[in-house]
């Protein structure tokens, strides 16, 4: 029995270079940054700081974005895309967009919610027709959606 615990540390250390012990004491990496979404935007907002924790640190839409989203003009070669259940995207992805199934590519458009109107980039979400919609951290606070609700969005294209 003595002989066993002498030999035990051995064996427990042998098996730390078996390939599924290997990095189980390694610390682990910081995330990569994700690269910045395709844009329309010339100059896109920057993302927001590693140490945002309000909504205002992680919107950084500009004051003139914001009041250039909000200045809407209806025309008659606008398209209706239909209607799309919106979630809250990824509070790190600046800027003001809708990404969703009912585009194929990036297209400027707008979106209604409540009798607001907003002008927004349309961005595809690559998702089957009629799984939902992500919009954008600035977008939902345009509108004036709760950050918890799942806004019925009308959409229209440019």
Same mark, same amino acid.
Request: aromatic share 4%; hydrophobic share 40%; net charge negative.
């Given at each position: *029995? $003595?002989?066993?615990?002498?030999?035990?540390?051995?064996?427990?250390?042998?098996?730390? @270079?078996? #390939?599924? *012990?290997?990095?189980?004491? %390694?610390? =682990? !990496?910081? &995330?990569?940054?994700?690269?910045?979404?395709? @844009?329309?935007?010339?100059? +896109?907002? #920057? +993302?927001? =700081? &590693?140490?945002? $924790?309000?909504? %205002?640190?992680? %919107?950084?839409?500009?004051?003139? %974005?914001?009041?250039?989203?909000?200045?809407?003009?209806?025309?008659?070669?606008?398209? !209706?895309? /239909?209607? @799309?259940?919106?979630?809250?995207?990824?509070?790190?992805? #600046?800027?003001?967009?809708?990404?969703? =199934?009912?585009? @194929?590519?990036?297209?400027?458009? $707008?979106?209604?919610?409540? /009798?607001?109107?907003? !002008?927004?980039?349309?961005r595809p979400s690559g998702g089957a027709a009629g799984? /939902?919609?992500?919009?954008?951290?600035?977008? *939902? $606070?345009?509108?004036?959606? #709760?950050?918890?609700?799942? =806004?019925?969005?009308?959409?229209?294209?440019?």
């Open positions: *029995m $003595r002989k066993l615990f002498l030999i035990l540390p051995f064996v427990a250390l042998a098996a730390c @270079t078996s #390939p599924s *012990m290997q990095g189980i004491f %390694d610390t =682990p !990496n910081a &995330p990569a940054e994700a690269a910045p979404a395709p @844009t329309l935007d010339p100059t +896109p907002p #920057p +993302p927001p =700081p &590693p140490s945002a $924790r309000t909504v %205002d640190q992680f %919107d950084t839409t500009t004051a003139e %974005d914001r009041q250039e989203a909000l200045v809407v003009q209806v025309s008659a070669s606008e398209q !209706n895309l /239909g209607t @799309t259940i919106a979630s809250l995207g990824p509070p790190t992805e #600046p800027g003001i967009w809708l990404k969703t =199934p009912l585009v @194929t590519e990036l297209k400027q458009g $707008r979106v209604e919610y409540q /009798g607001q109107s907003i !002008n927004l980039e349309l799984s /939902g919609s992500q919009i954008s951290l600035a977008a *939902m $606070r345009l509108i004036g959606a #709760p950050l918890t609700s799942l =806004p019925e969005l009308a959409v229209f294209a440019k």
